[in-house]
């Protein structure tokens, strides 16, 4: 009767176990389940909520680059408009009226380029232009040298950094704005300025360019360590739904057979006193 008993109360744990299994689909939910393996399965999952948190920052770090090397590349194609005007005023055969014209295109050109570098802020921070700072010591757009706005960002779970190079385009802006092209010879000086402040621009693309692309690559790389973690965790704690079932249809037939042999041995005592009456 006693083996019948501790039959049962095994058969009842079985089937709880398998209920739990198949309710919430985790083979191990606590430790009560399994100690070892759900420390592990802890620390796994802090990893996973790690590498998210790197990959939002790193996320960020890509928007603003993007804003940032867009804005590089829509300054060069304003340069490069740029340049043509300052070629036809340098022109010697170009009357005055016309110099004046294109005196005012440069004048265009360069207000829509300052705009460009004014607005490329992403979450109200901008690495093309001057930092201003709180005691307005530091204004964008002069060609006094200044503070550039570089900015250290979270690579790794590790707490790597690597840090994102801000630049100045807007000193180079302002030394082409102290250039006007109202004469021929004046026209081929700010020829002069453009050329070197072209370089500046086109590096700081490229620049731009690399450090998305090493961005990019980074977030991918979280994202493949992230996967291997959750499909690690999914192996370690998640339940076999198919197995579970089964076993639970098992446990409940053996539950049955349980309940009739504990039926036929309370009857068993009963039966033995009818013989002697």
Not at 242 to 256: G, V, Y
Request: no cysteine; aromatic share 4%; glycine share 6%.
């Amino acid at each position: 009767m006693t083996l019948l008993l501790n039959n049962r109360s095994r058969l009842d744990a079985d089937s709880k176990a398998s209920q739990k299994a198949i309710a919430t689909g985790l083979g191990v939910t606590d430790v009560y389940d399994d100690g070892a393996t759900k420390a592990v399965a802890m620390r796994i999952q802090s990893q996973i909520g790690a590498t998210a948190a790197v990959s939002e920052r790193l996320s960020m770090a890509q928007g603003l680059v993007t804003v940032a090397r867009v804005a590089s590349e829509r300054l060069l194609d304003q340069m490069g408009h740029l340049k043509e005007v300052i070629l036809k005023a340098a022109d010697t055969a170009t009357s005055e009226t016309e110099r004046a014209s294109y005196d005012q295109e440069y004048r265009q050109i360069l207000g829509d380029a300052k705009a460009i570098l004014a607005d490329a802020s992403y979450r109200d921070v901008n690495i093309l232009i001057d930092l201003t700072l709180d005691n307005g010591t530091s204004i964008p757009f002069n060609t006094t040298p200044g503070v550039v706005n570089s900015q250290d960002v979270i690579v790794s779970t590790d707490g790597d950094t690597t840090r994102i190079q801000a630049f100045r385009l807007d000193m180079n802006w302002s030394r082409l704005n102290q250039e006007g092209i109202g004469s021929p010879e004046a026209a081929q000086q700010a020829l002069g300025v453009w050329e070197e402040q072209w370089t500046v621009f086109a590096s700081a693309a490229n620049k731009l360019g690399a450090t998305q692309k090493s961005l990019e690559n980074r977030q991918a790389s979280l994202m493949n360590q992230s996967n291997a973690h959750a499909a690690g965790l999914g192996a370690m704690v998640d339940a076999d739904l198919a197995k579970e079932s089964a076993r639970q249809q098992a446990t409940d037939l053996k539950i049955q057979l349980s309940n009739q042999a504990l039926s036929i041995a309370n009857q068993a005592p009963q039966i033995l006193l009818r013989l002697f009456q």
